[in-house]
């Protein structure tokens, strides 16, 4: 986040609209975001929200059982955006670059939402001061949100009559003219939402009910949902409604098995389209980058956008296997149950039939090639290789001799799902990912082309038993001989831990406000 874009948490399209044909032509603040266009379309919070946070964190300090919240809350809102800011702060941003932990946070912007949270909490609490009936605090927030919408329309008017070019020169650069021309209802925006809060408190201090509240929170939704007109959140959604004609030729091809998606040549250019903005959409829709493909319902594999299940393992395999020769892909894309992969090459190999091709640029074509024979999801193997580390066993995978339909690789100590949880697993919510018949001749491993995870569950004649983290990223499970049926299930932990937070969160809320509702009534008697 540059620091000069964080007006707009307060100015809604401050730099520029992002709901146009044609948004990167006509969006002034591209010298202040990454590539030219925002990563996030819109980053405001609301000019009214903002005001009452304020409102809310100066009033805090005359009430006992908000003080000790004050700082905390406030904190968070101001490290939020600190760290939202990551480079462009000289020294704290040398700090998080040697953060451990802090490249977790690929795009720092993010951290904003940190801050969102707690300010509005301190929002409601401005309500309660602006809106309550105390005489200092409804007669200072009307003077402060009088002066606040004032400066605001006053900044309009300098806007439009020019008077505020110089500093939008500083501010924007080559944009200023465009921003001339479109800040002046932002900014008036900015200034009613503030006048109306203004308006709510001037009703407080002649009412004594709870219309003033309710006056006021209307004028923030109506605030918050005016300037989501001001964005298209669903852009892509609307641009792209039907999947890629060669979309369902994938999923028709692929069967139960996988779509691997081959990384583009580095050495082709492809024209920028006329409308540069969805230029990197177009782009995916056509040649299914990304996680389109997962959009879409295409069981992808070996990309980092795509993986769900052992991420950093199967983020790891996708950053190594497109560098192997197409003899050592095979085994990997065998683990995986590829059924289809989509390449610009021109593989001579067996185990692969060309099915298709799909011009995607005047000088870049892809081929689509079957896996023959079709991929298995679950089979049985005899023996076994070890590996005392996970690179050994790496190693081992992209060896010429490993053939992962006879032998399986495992580590030592390597973890097995699923991992000890002291929730039950009869309230877990389970997906079934697959099942299906393993013929074992002896004793062996069952192996399952599905990414280990601590939360996988396998399923062996109807009983559960461990399953083991094998070829670096994937699940096995040991078998005796004779025909089995095995399932592989999916049950979250996150999922019940979630929605167990969110049930204890709504009973908390009714019980305070129950307290709350009678301590107000006590009051009064």
Request: hydrophobic share 50%.
């Amino acid at each position: 986040l540059h620091p000069l874009r964080s007006a707009e948490i307060v100015i809604p399209g401050f730099c520029g609209p992002v709901d146009v044909a044609d948004p990167s032509s006509r969006y002034w603040g591209s010298a202040l975001v990454d590539f030219g266009f925002p990563y996030l379309l819109s980053l405001y919070l609301g000019a009214s929200t903002v005001f009452l946070a304020g409102i809310g964190w100066v009033g805090s300090k005359f009430d006992s059982r908000w003080r000790s919240w004050r700082w905390p809350l406030g904190g968070m809102v101001l490290g939020g955006l600190l760290v939202a800011c990551g480079r462009h702060l000289p020294v704290l941003g040398d700090f998080l670059a040697i953060t451990p932990g802090i490249d977790l946070l690929r795009f720092p912007v993010k951290a904003l939402l940190l801050g969102a949270l707690p300010a509005a909490l301190l929002a409601g609490r401005g309500i309660d001061v602006l809106c309550g009936g105390r005489t200092g605090g409804t007669r200072g927030g009307a003077v402060a949100a009088v002066l606040s919408a004032g400066a605001f329309l006053t900044m309009a008017a300098a806007v439009k009559m020019g008077v505020s070019d110089r500093a939008l020169d500083l501010w924007f650069g080559d944009g200023a003219r465009m921003a001339a021309a479109g800040l002046v209802w932002p900014l008036v925006h900015s200034g009613l939402a503030l006048a109306g809060l203004s308006a709510a408190a001037l009703a407080a201090a002649r009412l004594s009910s709870v219309i003033p509240s309710v006056l006021a929170g209307t004028v923030v939704a109506a605030d918050l949902l005016v300037a989501a007109s001001f964005t298209l959140p669903t852009a892509p959604v609307s641009a792209f409604p039907q999947p890629a004609p060669v979309a369902q030729t994938l999923a028709d091809s692929v069967g139960e098995g996988r779509f691997v998606r081959d990384r583009d040549p580095v050495d082709v250019v492809v024209p920028l389209a006329a409308d540069r903005a969805w230029s990197p959409a177009s782009w995916w829709y056509s040649v299914i980058d990304g996680a389109q493909g997962a959009n879409w319902g295409l069981p992808m594999v070996y990309h980092s956008d795509a993986e769900v299940l052992a991420g950093g393992r199967m983020a790891e395999l996708a950053r190594v296997v497109p560098d192997l020769d197409w003899e050592r892909r095979l085994p990997f894309y065998q683990t995986a149950a590829v059924g289809v992969v989509m390449t610009p090459d021109l593989p001579e190999v067996a185990g692969l039939e060309r099915i298709g091709s799909r011009a995607v640029a005047p000088n870049l074509t892809y081929r689509l090639y079957r896996s023959v024979p079709p991929p298995a999801m679950l089979w049985w193997v005899g023996s076994e290789k070890a590996s005392g580390s996970s690179k050994g066993a790496l190693d081992i995978m992209i060896s010429p001799d490993f053939d992962p339909l006879v032998e399986v690789v495992r580590e030592t100590g390597a973890p097995t799902a699923p991992a000890r949880s002291i929730v039950p697993r009869r309230i877990l919510p389970e997906v079934e990912i697959v099942r299906g018949e393993v013929r074992a001749p002896s004793s062996g491993f069952a192996v399952a082309a599905v990414p280990w995870h601590p939360d996988l569950i396998v399923e062996m004649d109807g009983y559960e038993v461990p399953a083991e983290r094998v070829n670096f990223a994937f699940t096995g499970a040991p078998v005796s001989e004779g025909r089995h049926q095995m399932r592989v299930l999916f049950a979250s932990r996150a999922v019940f831990w979630g929605g167990l937070l969110s049930v204890v969160s709504v009973l908390f809320w009714i019980v305070a406000a129950a307290g709350i509702f009678r301590y107000s009534r006590s009051r009064v008697n």
